[in-house]
C-alpha cells in the first residue's frame, strides 16, 4: 500500500507492536533495530497483490525468526523489474532489508509461480488529474435507491473505493476508519458539514447489496441510526457500471481464489463536479485531506448560518 515513509515508519511500528501482543505466541521477538542499525532477515511468504505504482507487494509473511511473528504487511521493493514479474499468488522468499524504522526487500525470488497474470486493470486506465469533469456514474446506496454522483454537486464529495471482504486491516478497512476520522473532524465545523458528503464505493457489488453495506457502514462509522447516512452515504456501483467508474478513477481490481485483489483510490470532488484531489493507495493523512477538503469550497459561510 502506498504511504508516506513518515507514515510508514508509524505503521509498521504499530503493527509490529499489535501483531506481538496479539498473536500470543510465547516466541520472543528482537525490537526494532535503532536508526544507525542495519539488519537483514530472510523473509518466506505468498504475493497478495501487487502496487506498481507504489512499488509495493502485499505478502502474506511467515514467521521471520528473531524479528516477527507471521503477518500480512507491505513491502517496498525497489526494483521495477522485479515487481514485473511478480504476481499475486507466487510463492517468494526474499531478504528483509530493516534500517531503523524503514524496511524494504531485497533479492526476491520466485519459489513457485501462481500461474495468474499479473493484476491488470479491466480496461486501461485514466489517473485523475485536478479539472477533470467527473462523469455522473450511477450507484446503489445503502437503502437500495439509485443515486448519481452529479446530484452531490453544489457540495464537495469525497470518494473512496472498498469492498466489504476485504480482510487486510491495511487496505479496506483502514480507509474506511480513516473515513470515520474525516467525518468526525467536519461535523466540529457545522457550516464545512453541510456542504461536503462522504462516498464509499464497493466494487463487489455480488457480496455488497444494500443490507451488507448498512451493517459495514454501522459497523466502522460507531453509529446505530440511519442518521449517519446523511453525510456519509455507502454505495455499490452495478457491474455493468464498474469496469468505466474504475478506469476513471484509476482503480485496478481481480477476483483472486474468493478475494479481489485490488489498487485504492481516493478523491476530492469540488461543488463543480470536477477532480480537486486524486490520492493513489492512501498515501495521505486525515488532516491532509480535511483541509483540502475544507479548502475546496468557493466561499465559506458563518458557522451559524
Not at 16 to 34: D, H, V
Not at 134 to 142: I, K, R
Not at 250 to 256: A, I, K, S
Not at 285 to 300: F, H, I, T, Y
Request: proline residues 8%.
Amino acid at each position: 500500500m502506498n504511504i508516506s515513509r513518515t507514515g510508514v515508519a508509524f505503521i509498521f511500528s504499530i503493527s509490529l507492536l499489535f501483531a506481538l501482543a496479539s498473536c500470543n505466541s510465547s516466541k520472543p521477538s528482537a525490537e526494532p533495530p535503532s536508526n544507525s542499525e542495519t539488519k537483514h532477515y530472510q523473509l518466506k511468504g505468498k504475493i497478495i497483490s501487487i502496487d506498481k505504482q507504489a512499488s509495493e507487494a502485499n505478502i502474506d509473511a511467515e514467521d521471520i525468526p528473531g524479528f516477527m511473528d507471521a503477518m500480512v504487511m507491505p513491502y517496498k521493493i525497489k526494483d521495477a523489474g522485479v515487481l514485473d514479474k511478480l504476481a499475486p499468488g507466487d510463492a517468494v522468499t526474499g531478504d528483509l532489508v530493516v534500517q531503523g524504522h524503514d524496511y524494504w526487500l531485497e533479492n526476491v525470488k520466485v519459489t513457485q509461480a501462481s500461474g495468474q497474470p499479473a493484476l491488470k486493470p479491466t480496461t486501461e486506465l485514466h489517473f485523475p488529474v485536478p479539472g477533470d469533469a467527473v462523469p455522473d456514474f450511477e450507484l446503489v446506496n445503502q437503502n437500495g435507491r439509485r443515486i448519481h454522483l452529479k446530484q452531490y454537486q453544489g457540495k464537495t464529495l469525497l470518494v473512496t473505493f472498498i469492498y466489504t471482504r476485504c480482510p487486510f486491516a491495511d487496505y479496506c478497512p483502514r480507509v474506511t476508519h480513516e473515513f470515520a476520522q474525516i467525518n468526525d473532524q467536519l461535523r466540529a465545523d457545522p457550516a464545512i458539514y453541510r456542504n461536503t458528503h462522504l462516498l464509499s464505493i464497493s466494487f463487489d457489488p455480488k457480496h455488497d447489496t444494500p443490507k451488507v453495506l448498512r451493517t459495514y457502514a454501522f459497523a466502522f462509522s460507531g453509529s446505530k441510526t440511519a442518521e449517519i447516512f446523511q453525510h456519509w452515504e455507502f454505495a455499490a456501483s452495478p457491474s455493468k457500471e464498474l469496469p468505466a467508474i474504475a478506469k476513471f478513477f484509476g482503480l485496478t481490481y481481480q477476483e483472486d481464489g474468493g478475494l479481489i485483489t485490488h489498487s485504492l483510490s481516493t478523491a476530492v470532488i469540488g461543488p463543480d463536479g470536477r477532480i480537486v484531489k486524486w490520492y493513489h493507495g492512501n498515501d495521505w493523512q486525515v488532516p491532509e485531506v480535511v483541509k483540502e477538503v475544507a479548502g475546496s469550497l468557493p466561499s465559506r459561510p458563518p458557522s451559524g448560518a
